[in-house]
């Protein structure tokens, strides 16, 4: 299964943009890149995904590298609500099993 | 429209007895994967029920099973209880089993201890 690498843990200021990296080097031309936070003591939260183009909705933006080795997920104004961890994953077409990674504990400062 | 519900919320058992979980995915979904939460593994994948029918399986001993009902709710069972069974225990659902495409919805929890 192809594996995603994330930092353990980012601060950003409230109000501020969020840029949170996402590596997965061996990603095959299947897989869906997701990203999923989890507030604490929620299940976890769907935020955004992509195949190859960068995607926006009213979440966040999702910027993928060109060869999709990488992605950047974007939150453009951080709130204290926005404070959670930012699970990075790759699901492939063809079925539901998601494999989470340990994530990026992100911590919004006032 | 209601999302997935999870019952119960909280559960205490002892070593050895037997739990039944239940989730009740959105309406409309026919999907429903479950998902184990430790602090020391994180989020593991369990299974993946369709249309009644388990389609995908993660690395867990036997003692963790599960069924899909006609009207798409969900039971994971787990037999012979270990003190490392102690975890959160999410469903997640979603409309279609080709789900790389698709967002999936996750219930609160159920939230297992194990004395």
């Known amino acids: 299964d192809a594996k995603t690498t994330q930092p353990n843990s980012m601060e950003s200021n409230e109000e501020e943009p969020v840029h949170l990296p996402c590596n997965h080097s061996t990603i095959s031309g299947t897989d869906y890149i997701h990203w999923y936070r989890q507030l604490p003591s929620q299940g976890p939260e769907y935020v955004i995904h992509g195949l190859t183009s960068n995607v926006n909705n009213r979440m966040a933006s999702l910027a993928i590298a060109e060869d999709r080795k990488s992605s950047t997920l974007i939150l453009h104004r951080a709130t204290l609500r926005d404070a959670a961890v930012y699970y990075c994953i790759l699901s492939r077409g063809d079925n539901n099993d998601m494999r989470f990674g340990a994530g990026t504990r992100l911590t919004v400062k006032p | 429209k209601a999302g997935v519900t999870q019952t119960p919320r909280y559960l205490i058992k002892t070593r050895g007895q037997q739990v039944t979980l239940s989730c009740s995915p959105i309406s409309g979904h026919r999907s429903v994967s479950w998902y184990q939460q430790t602090p020391g593994q994180g989020l593991q994948f369990l299974f993946e029920?369709?249309?009644?029918?388990?389609?995908n399986k993660g690395n867990f001993p036997g003692r963790f099973s599960g069924r899909q009902f006609s009207n798409s709710r969900s039971e994971m069972n787990v037999s012979t209880l270990e003190l490392g069974d102690s975890a959160l225990y999410l469903c997640?659902?979603?409309?279609?089993?080709?789900?790389?495409?698709?967002?999936?919805?996750f219930g609160p929890g159920t939230r297992l201890t194990v004395t």
């Open positions: 029920y369709f249309s009644e029918t388990q389609r």
């Open positions: 997640a659902s979603s409309w279609t089993l080709f789900g790389g495409a698709y967002e999936q919805y």
